[in-house]
């Protein structure tokens, strides 16, 4: 399985964008770049996946290099609710198997 | 309304002891799954039943079992618990396929915490 690297832990400060960033150097051509969040005391929920272009929802965005060795989850305006584990994902197209790495531990300071 | 439930949200038990998590899901959604996130909070799946049967089944001991009884229900059964058996249990659903572009997100429940004693 092709794996990803991220850092342990970012800090932002509220109101101000979060750039996280995913390496994923073995990503194969059918690998789609999820990003997952899990907030603390819930189950993760979905942020944005992407494929090779770049990627624009009501939660975040998603840049993803051109070689797709590696991508960034954009947090636009952080918010003290976004202070989560973020994670990011290779996914085969239209696989339902799912490993989650150790992810990074947002902080987001008031 | 809740997507994903589960109960119950906390179960303490001792062990050697039997018991199960139940997980229900309203989106109609073909494929359910279970996941463990141990206490260094690493989250790894169990378990995918997709229309009631068992597609992926990763190395658990065989103490634990799943039960689906219909589409919408994944059971977890655990026999003879153990201490390394605590830690949070997920249950999730997907709608594999269709016109999801290979997207197939995961709605997740809010966790069951189980502490064997």
């Known amino acids: 399985d092709a794996k990803t690297t991220q850092p342990n832990s970012m800090e932002s400060n509220e109101e101000e964008p979060v750039h996280l960033p995913c390496n994923h150097s073995t990503i194969s051509g059918t690998d789609y770049i999820h990003w997952y969040r899990q907030l603390p005391s819930q189950g993760p929920e979905y942020v944005i996946h992407g494929l090779t272009s770049n990627v624009n929802n009501r939660m975040a965005s998603l840049a993803i290099a051109e070689d797709r060795k590696s991508s960034t989850l954009i947090l636009h305006r952080a918010t003290l609710r976004d202070a989560a584990v973020y994670y990011c994902i290779l996914r085969v197209y239209n696989n339902n198997d799912m490993r989650f790495g150790a992810g990074t531990r947002l902080t987001v300071k008031p | 309304d809740t997507a994903v439930s589960q109960t119950p949200k906390y179960l303490v038990t001792q062990m050697g002891n039997d018991k199960s998590i139940k997980c229900e899901q309203n989106l109609g959604h073909d494929t359910m799954y279970w996941y463990k996130q141990d206490s260094k909070k690493f989250l790894k799946i169990m378990f995918s039943?997709?229309?009631?049967?068992?597609?992926i089944n990763e190395t658990v001991p065989n103490r634990f079992s799943p039960k689906s009884p219909d589409k919408a229900h994944l059971n977890l059964h655990i026999n003879s618990l153990e201490l390394g058996d605590s830690a949070v249990y997920f249950c999730?659903?997907?709608?594999?396929?269709?016109?999801?572009?290979?997207?197939?997100?995961?709605?997740f429940g809010p966790g069951t915490r189980l502490t064997v004693l």
């Open positions: 999730a659903s997907s709608q594999v396929g269709g016109t999801s572009g290979g997207h197939n997100e995961q709605f």
């Open positions: 039943y997709n229309n009631k049967e068992l597609i």
